[in-house]
């Protein structure tokens, strides 16, 4: 079987969602690393997170969504259909069924919005309604919310979400591996995501493994 990035099947499909919470960084990042694992990509961008992504990046990515795929693959390395993007009312987007093929969404970062919408089932935008289906069809769904201090309906929120099955991922980088640059903070969430995920990854050492001075 060849192994060409343009032509070998890719891993099972994974949907990625960038709301409009502080922190974009980490969605991109985590979408560059789960095309270097070579997954097939779902990437749902609100118009909120395309706003926080002119205010915390240099980037000037598009809306719509086949050239959004286009700048994100030529950007990341992605092979020809490995990111395939959406718009917010896409209702023929895979994640909008549970017949769809793909195993987890990932919404990264997740505003305090986007969580209690979720929370109380609205389904009123394809990312919205993509974690529905994951909840309803026991799929894996991971939230990253970013926000603080949390209020009580935040709290409130996340504890719904946690009893439904979903995983709840504050964006609170550690510091025990000593990181010495953003990039290393962004990636301890990005690996601690890629772990919950299930997909092996060198951003960040297993706890207890070798000490990073050894």
Not at 62 to 88: D, M, N, W
Not at 140 to 152: G, K, N
Request: glycine share 8%; charged share 20%.
């Amino acid at each position: 079987m060849t192994t060409d990035r343009q032509t070998a099947p890719y891993e099972a499909p994974i949907a990625v969602a960038l709301t409009g919470a502080s922190g974009v960084q980490y969605g991109l990042r985590l979408i560059e690393c789960l095309v270097a694992a070579r997954h097939e990509i779902y990437v749902m961008i609100s118009k909120a997170a395309h706003r926080v992504i002119d205010v915390e990046t240099d980037l000037a990515l598009p809306a719509q969504p086949v050239r959004l795929a286009a700048e994100l693959s030529e950007r990341f390395g992605a092979g020809e259909g490995q990111i395939q993007c959406f718009s917010r009312e896409d209702w023929m987007a895979p994640v909008a069924s549970g017949s769809g093929r793909w195993r987890s969404l990932v919404i990264c970062p997740c505003s305090t919005g986007t969580l209690s919408a979720i929370a109380c089932g609205a389904s009123d935008n394809l990312i919205e309604r993509g974690a529905d289906v994951a909840l309803k069809e026991r799929r894996q769904l991971i939230v990253v919310p970013r926000e603080t201090p949390l209020s009580a309906v935040h709290l409130e929120n996340m504890l719904t979400l946690t009893r439904m099955g979903a995983v709840v991922m504050p964006a609170a980088p550690g510091f025990y591996h000593r990181p010495d640059s953003v990039e290393a903070m962004i990636d301890f969430i990005v690996a601690r995501i890629l772990n919950q995920l299930g997909i092996e990854q060198s951003l960040l050492p297993a706890w207890g493994g070798k000490p990073a001075d050894a």
